[in-house]
């Protein structure tokens, strides 16, 4: 069982930057694609971005390109995703998931991780 907890949400004015983390509890990330999700009021869970279990391939919403990027410090344990730009449409509970990979591939589907995180509340004002 992995246990997933992100960090580093908060309230942002509209332009600024935040910096989510995600670190399991009581596991490595090795042998793990993870993923960020999120969820605005009244829509569904939405994919934002993911990264393969070596880092070195990642992929991003259209919605978020340029703008946000995940990133993964095996050192350290954790995935983070820098948003820079951030617009008032990014307002959204954030999920990290995961889920075991061999092949390094990025998953972009929710129902292919097998693990999430409670969420972190990320808010831009306009």
């Known amino acids: 069982q992995v246990q997933l907890v992100e960090s580093g949400g908060g309230l942002v004015q509209a332009g600024g930057s935040l910096r989510l983390s995600c670190a399991p509890s009581g596991r490595t990330l090795s042998r793990y694609a993870m993923g960020w999700f999120r969820q605005a009021p009244g829509k569904e869970r939405e994919f934002v971005a993911a990264i393969s279990w070596s880092g070195s391939n990642a992929g991003y919403a259209g919605s978020v390109k340029g703008r946000f990027t995940i990133s993964a410090d095996n050192a350290k344990n954790t995935v983070y995703l820098q948003m820079n730009s951030l617009k008032s449409e990014d307002t959204a509970v954030y999920y990290c998931?995961?889920?075991?990979?061999?092949?390094?591939?990025?998953?972009?589907?929710?129902?292919?991780?097998?693990?999430w995180g409670q969420g972190t509340q990320v808010t831009v004002s306009s």
């Open positions: 998931a995961a889920r075991s990979s061999v092949y390094g591939g990025v998953y972009y589907v929710e129902p292919t991780y097998d693990y």
